[in-house]
């Protein structure tokens, strides 16, 4: 229904990328926590940083499914190059597109849609990740510059070589009584701007994840995103494009961790056959293709809305909140049903087991999803 041939072209064209360019070292780089500019650079040449928005700024004007299909595939070999591609778009680009100047669009969509630069969003902080509103960076106006100080942390594409800047929310003040929030643009190499790789991490070992740190960082005025007093607008119309890419995350791992199951249990045998003949294996296999089917669905329908300028909010969601759980669930059958083997990390399934965690946790965690679908149905 929501298929085109241009989709199933842009799925077969980075579904081949992937296979031939990403799965020969994902595991390589995920030992290695090492993330691949190389990578991230044909990304860009294959048209998939700014997918969506006007040739005019550099980008491939499709429409948001055709997006959400390049996410999946990338998800469906490896979580880290998905993360890269995810962040950039949604989270670094989107917000330019949607509430910058012309000046401001021209200065900086050109050369994020060519994948030889990253831009991130910065709203976490250690003391403020679903509750937004204990966000305690601040930015403060004076004499024509903005004084930014405070820290950012869980910044994916933050730190990179190749990462040029941030798009920062921060407290500019309060309106009758509550936290007024703005967002400000701070470029790589402003003086008060520095920037630390996370390691350590269980998961997305090869993507960017970053502290930011801003100690009396001035910026030109001419930074603020939007208006002042906007960053919450912002804010809450950038998530719900995000959860979008990190529903295709977690669809695009629940696929390909069926897929790996799926020829696992053909291969491996037990009592004389393959373990595949066994019911007990067979359901486990069913009850994962129905799982995917349904989210695949709703995710593209969700998709369709947001292309056609309809309310999407509770749809993406609830999107977010499914792919999200069905990757943790397809992703634990997957391992079971490689045994002892998906425990070693010969195996790719033991890498999307440890990455299907964050899905439930980044771009709002599964109870905020809840609180959200809960609020919208009239529940709260």
């Not at 990304?43 to 499914?65: H, I, R, V």
Request: proline share 2%; with cysteine; charged share 30%.
């Amino acid at each position: 229904m929501y298929l085109s041939e241009e989709h199933e072209l842009i799925r077969k064209t980075v579904r081949d990328f992937a296979e031939r360019e990403i799965k020969p070292v994902a595991a390589e780089l995920d030992e290695k926590e090492q993330f691949s500019e190389e990578n991230t650079v044909r990304m860009g040449e294959l048209g998939l940083f700014g997918m969506c928005l006007p040739e005019k700024y550099g980008g491939q004007n499709m429409d948001t499914l055709s997006y959400i299909i390049a996410v999946e595939e990338l998800a469906r070999v490896d979580g880290s190059h998905a993360a890269t591609l995810a962040a950039h778009n949604s989270l670094g680009i989107k917000p330019i597109m949607d509430f910058g100047t012309e000046k401001q669009k021209k200065k900086y969509l050109p050369r994020l849609c060519s994948g030889k630069e990253l831009w991130a969003f910065g709203l976490t902080e250690p003391e403020a990740g679903s509750d937004c509103l204990g966000t305690k960076t601040t930015a403060k106006l004076v004499d024509g510059k903005w004084i930014i100080n405070g820290s950012k942390c869980f910044i994916t594409n933050g730190s990179a070589d190749i990462s040029s800047g941030v798009t920062v929310l921060a407290v500019s003040g309060t309106k009758d009584g509550r936290k007024e929030f703005t967002t400000i643009f701070v470029e790589k190499g402003t003086p008060g701007f520095t920037r630390k790789t996370m390691h350590k991490k269980m998961m997305w070992r090869a993507s960017d994840t970053s502290e930011l740190f801003f100690n009396d960082c001035r910026v030109p005025e001419s930074n603020l995103l939007g208006e002042v007093g906007m960053g919450s607008k912002i804010m809450l119309k950038t998530l719900d494009s995000g959860r979008l890419s990190i529903a295709a995350m977690g669809l695009g791992l629940s696929q390909g961790a069926f897929e790996m199951a799926l020829q696992y249990a053909r291969e491996r045998k037990q009592f004389g056959r393959a373990i595949v003949k066994f019911q007990v294996i067979s359901f486990k296999l069913a009850d994962m293709a129905v799982k995917i089917d349904l989210a695949r669905k709703h995710l593209y329908h969700t998709c369709w809305l947001e292309s056609q300028n309809k309310e999407f909010g509770k749809e993406a969601a609830i999107a977010k909140l499914y792919c999200s759980e069905i990757a943790k669930e397809v992703a634990d059958e997957a391992l079971q049903i490689h045994g002892g083997y998906g425990l070693m990390k010969d195996y790719d399934i033991e890498r999307f087991y440890r990455d299907q965690r964050l899905l439930q946790i980044g771009e709002g965690t599964s109870e905020i999803q809840r609180l959200v679908i809960a609020r919208k149905i009239g529940a709260v």
